[in-house]
């Protein structure tokens, strides 16, 4: 009976977590996906798998300067197989999606029951807010959010091969002892596979080792709490120890090989990106980094407000100790505190460990994006909560049990039905936000519907106008964002490219360049601005700046190949095409370009054909 009952639980969640997710089947690639996925060439069927090993999330080389250092190889797979076997057909990534979604939510049921309630009841109570959070829906819709849905799945089975290798069951003066090396290495290799997924999995070490001293341990701890012979306690302790030395040496070697492979460099962010971390005033930066944390906690109880993009003006810097956002981050410390020293306390008489199983859930997970140790690249980012919040839930669900037992039969029910509503209006949310992610002009929309004071959801939104030829609109939304924010360098050059005055165009792509010397597309519009009013000299210099910073940049090649070609310099000309296709083999507009300059200069070989009237490359290692 309870077998059927807890399959049934899970066949819930299942058809739950399907229900609420349904509508984001119909999504495209949008936002991140096209850069992950549609741009990437490292996803594609005939890409050299050593790729996937070798460059980052986005597919720049891990050593350059402009990477990210998001090294998710696993997940770069997963995108890989799905294009293997589905081609680029948008329904099946976000199904994979609500799969992976539908997976972490039965196995924390599961995890719950066995590791924290040890009733089937609250686990799947605890799994029903978690399946239906609208603070998922990034990571769960957004298709570049797999890496946090499986690094989570990844997260948890890391943990309970942890569990399965302790020995529960030992009895005797030591320390629970190594039930199952086999469990232990496991869990070793399965967490690792969650960090090269997601960075945040390397997190499950920490949570298993708390885990094992304060939960599996406690008797032995409590114990030694009773008793004032404290002489022979490391000897005792000597099975978690061995453990704790083992995971701790080993999450050292993985973090150092992970250094390496970053080119043993941090990356590189914008202001724009993360304007705390550029305050030049250590106040401003730890008092806006504290108000954040409260931020996020806000988000996990009360997600009203979702955008997809928190960065440019969504959340002013905290300045001064008056500031009254500073109340809620006090708020948030009190709350910790105070379930920090109810855990200390119920440890001794080993009660309440749902509260420290859910703290660390909640706590652990977040630290690589607490900007503690190094600088992240995002202010709030609602995708890096996907894992957090299991702890979250935990702690919801054992408040309101505690509720329970604490209030007469009616308050009861009233409880019950309170979170009933709660959790239709949890599906009803996001549902909604589903609707949101479905294409690239709701997401823009709801971006400048939701945090009209944030320049960069009026910039992305001004680029798709722009690609709609709704150019009017588009320059509105530009310069609304250079409002806001009037060091945004893009939006300058973006705004030079709809203007039809030439001297303005060039004012916007020089005030561009003055924030951003290194912009390859202000020095490509401006240089071909130059070349069409007789500055050929000039224009050569910029256009070979705008190749030398964006090297994949392929529009550039061709405009400097062809204005040499305009002033004889054909060597040269043909040396810029070649380079060209090396750096950008796919560019089919460049191989045309280069085929129409050899027609011209009557230097055709014979492993170039006409097809359609465009000029093609059989084999071009033949002529490189």
């Known amino acids: ?214 939960i599996l341990c406690h008797k032995k701890i409590k114990m030694y709490l009773t008793t004032s012979d404290s002489q022979k306690y490391l000897y005792t302790a000597r099975p978690f120890l061995k453990r704790a030395a083992l995971v701790v040496c080993y999450v050292i070697l993985v973090l150092y090989l992970r250094f390496r492979i970053m080119g043993g460099s941090m990356p590189l962010f914008s202001e724009q990106d993360n304007p705390a971390s550029f305050s030049p005033y250590i106040l401003t930066r730890f008092l806006t980094y504290s108000y954040l944390l409260a931020f996020n906690a806000w988000l996990l109880l009360a997600p009203v407000t979702q955008c997809y993009d928190w960065q440019v003006g969504s959340i002013p810097l905290v300045d001064s100790v008056w500031d009254t956002r500073n ?38 997970p977040f630290i690589p994006a607490s900007n503690l140790f190094f600088r992240v690249g995002f202010v709030v980012a609602e995708r890096v909560l996907y894992m957090p919040s299991m702890g979250y839930c935990i702690l919801i669900v054992h408040g309101l049990n505690k509720l329970c037992t604490w209030l007469g039969k009616w308050g009861a029910a009233a409880l019950t039905v309170s979170t009933l509503l709660l959790l239709l209006l949890f599906s009803w949310k996001t549902v909604k936000q589903n609707e949101i992610w479905l294409s690239r002009e709701s997401l823009f929309r709801s971006g400048v519907q939701t945090l009209p004071h944030n320049a960069k959801v009026h910039y992305n ?101 062809s204005l040499l070609a305009e002033q004889e310099s054909f060597n040269e000309a043909e040396e810029v095409y070649q380079t060209g296709i090396e750096n950008c083999p796919e560019n089919s507009d460049l191989y045309n370009n280069y085929g129409v300059f050899l027609v011209d200069t009557g230097e055709l070989p014979d492993c170039w054909v006409e097809n359609d009237g465009s000029c093609f490359q059989k084999n071009y290692a033949s002529i490189s």
């Open 461 to 561: 939104y001004a680029n798709f106008l722009k690609d709609q030829a709704r150019n009017e609109e588009a320059i509105y939304h530009y310069k609304t964002a250079l409002q806001l924010y009037p060091r945004h360098a893009s939006a300058l050059n973006n705004l030079g490219t709809l203007t039809k005055d030439t001297t303005e165009a060039e004012d916007y792509y020089r005030r561009a360049l003055q924030l951003n010397p290194q912009h390859s597309r202000a020095l490509f519009n401006l240089g071909n601005l130059l070349r069409s009013q007789g500055k050929k000299d000039d224009a050569v210099l910029l256009l070979r700046e705008s190749i030398k910073f964006g090297p994949q940049f392929a529009d550039a090649y061709s405009s400097l190949a």
């Open 1 to 214: 009976l309870a077998a059927f009952r807890f399959g049934s639980y899970l066949a819930t969640l299942a058809l739950v977590c399907a229900l609420c997710y349904r509508n984001a089947l119909r999504g495209e690639f949008l936002h991140d996906d096209v850069w992950a996925i549609l741009n990437n060439p490292d996803v594609r069927a005939d890409a050299p798998l050593g790729n996937v090993f070798s460059n980052d999330f986005w597919g720049k080389g891990m050593a350059e300067n402009s990477s990210h250092k998001s090294y998710r190889p696993l997940c770069i797979l997963t995108f890989k197989l799905n294009i293997m076997l589905t081609d680029m057909n948008p329904f099946y990534f976000h199904l994979l999606n609500v799969i992976l979604h539908c997976l972490v939510t039965c196995l924390l049921m599961y995890t719950c029951d066995r590791m924290v309630f040890q009733d089937s009841w609250l686990a799947f109570v605890t799994a029903l807010i978690f399946a239906v959070h609208p603070i998922h829906t990034e990571a769960v819709t957004g298709i570049v959010g797999r890496a946090d849905v499986l690094a989570c799945l990844l997260f948890l089975l890391a943990f309970l091969s942890y569990n399965r290798s302790v020995d529960q069951y030992f009895v005797g003066k030591h320390f629970p002892s190594t039930a199952s090396p086999f469990f232990l290495l496991l869990s070793l290799l399965v967490g690792t596979c969650a960090m090269l997924v997601k960075e945040t999995g390397i997190t499950v070490f920490g949570v298993c080792l708390v885990y094992d001293f304060f």
């Open 327 to 364: 109340l809620a981050t006090l708020l948030l410390f009190v709350v910790m505190m105070l379930l920090s020293l109810h855990c200390l306390n119920a440890s001794k008489k080993m009660e309440h460990k749902e509260i420290l199983i859910g703290l660390v859930f909640l706590v652990f």
